[in-house]
């Protein structure tokens, strides 16, 4: 088996940069997480805040720190550092190698969507977003590590994407509607293209996408990880300038 990790992020339009933070770390014990982080409001101010918060976790995360406590001192440190006034929704994502399991890990209004025993599950258990309220936890999950397994994690731009336009995106039915045999590139590209079709091309949030799969074929020993990062055009229009 292969452990399959994506991301699929925008901006909100005519934003020059996400509120949304998204990092992955590689696990001391084995493994890897992904922490998806949306501040709130927009913009610069959500961006310092997520960040913020994206920062406290994998630093914790990569000391070995379990999902659930690094969870929560990203919380306290929120909470303290901006005293309680701002929010941010925090998914976590963890294959963990020295327990052979799938870590979900939920602080947010948005379900984390998980493809396992041939159906699709709805992990939608009430969460508090973190920075505000006092002893906030997170919503945990543990499954184990099984080919097929697939965990899809999305900020609320993309489970709201078209509820301004005339038409909701339904993430659950869509998904269901995939082939399972997709790679979680596919899952987390063909998903936020669907919610951009639904904001027609303008969204109206961020949109920001993770996915973990567990594929049933490892084709070699080799870790591998791929980007790919568009240049701002305040950036390259520079270029040309004497």
């Excluded at 939920?106 to 006092?134: E, K, M, Y």
């Excluded at 936020?192 to 961020?206: C, F, I, M, V, Y």
């Amino acid at each position: 088996m292969e452990i399959q990790l994506a991301v699929a992020k925008i901006a909100k339009y005519a934003m020059s940069e996400s509120g949304d933070t998204v990092e992955v770390i590689e696990r001391p014990h084995g493994g890897v997480s992904v922490v998806l982080v949306d501040g709130q409001r927009s913009g610069r101010s959500a961006k310092n805040i997520s960040n913020i918060v994206a920062r406290k976790a994998i630093s914790l995360l990569a000391e070995g720190v379990r999902d659930g406590a690094a969870a929560r001192a990203a919380h306290d440190y929120l909470r303290t550092h901006r005293g309680g006034k701002v929010s941010a929704e925090m998914i976590i994502l963890s294959a963990d190698m020295e327990t052979g399991t799938l870590v979900i890990s939920r602080n947010s209004h948005t379900p984390v969507l998980v493809f396992d025993h041939n159906q699709w599950q709805s992990l939608d258990a009430p969460s508090r977003a973190i920075g505000v309220h006092h002893r906030t936890r997170p919503q945990i999950v543990e499954l184990k590590l099984r080919p097929g397994l697939v965990a899809v994690g999305f900020s609320d731009g993309v489970w709201t994407a078209g509820a301004h336009r005339g038409g909701k995106i339904d993430v659950p039915e869509l998904l269901s509607s995939f082939p399972s045999t997709l790679g979680a590139r596919a899952y987390a590209d063909d998903l936020l293209a669907h919610a951009l079709q639904k904001e027609q091309g303008r969204p109206s949030d961020d949109l920001s996408v993770i996915v973990l799969r567990v594929s049933p074929m490892a084709h070699d020993e080799v870790r591998r990880m791929t980007m790919s990062l568009p240049i701002p055009p305040r950036i390259y229009n520079t270029w040309s300038q004497p």
